[in-house]
């Protein structure tokens, strides 16, 4: 019964890889862009990837495809279908270095731009080493990392911890 109204307080938040590729690809051909480095989509079929995430366990809470709004729209929607709040930390986000400048030139924030190929899963902390671990022995989940943590403040909301130590709301 993976479903996102499913998110309990104490489950880890993974993502499968860096954010923000696919969506600032197709940015950067648009408005004719050129970077040092080739910003390449991350399309990818994922359900190789989430068969060896269902291997090591059923108990599997979320999983969720953050394509249109990015990241935070995925993580604003899980937290109100769960009625929980969602702390993430800035500092762990993988974003590759060529988005995070594409970003910061078009005054983005990588968290609101597509994934196709990247899956966001919910699991409970006791199944996070594991599942964290079978992830980055897969090609589409090689730089998985834990963001965050499902909590019972702020019910319905996501927040993120700044760079800085501060905290800050993260709106859809």
């Not at 919910?122 to 599942?131: L, T, Y």
Request: charged share 20%; with cysteine.
């Amino acid at each position: 019964n993976i479903a996102p109204q499913n998110a309990r307080p104490g489950d880890v938040v993974i993502v499968s890889g860096t954010i923000g590729d696919h969506g600032m690809a197709i940015m950067s051909v648009r408005e004719g862009l050129d970077f040092e480095t080739a910003i390449v989509s991350d399309s990818a079929p994922l359900h190789t990837l989430v068969t060896d995430m269902l291997a090591i366990t059923k108990d599997i809470h979320v999983l969720r495809d953050p394509t249109r709004g990015g990241v935070a729209s995925a993580l604003n929607e899980i937290a109100a279908a769960s009625g929980v709040g969602i702390r993430i930390d800035e500092r762990k986000l993988p974003v590759n270095p060529a988005v995070k400048a594409a970003c910061e030139l078009l005054g983005m924030d990588p968290l609101y731009v597509a994934n196709e190929g990247k899956l966001i899963a919910i699991v409970p902390a006791a199944h996070a080493d594991a599942m964290l671990e079978t992830m980055q022995a897969h090609q589409f989940g090689a730089q998985a990392r834990v963001i965050g943590e499902v909590v019972a403040d702020h019910p319905g909301m996501l927040t993120a911890r700044t760079g800085l130590g501060g905290t800050r709301v993260v709106d859809s």
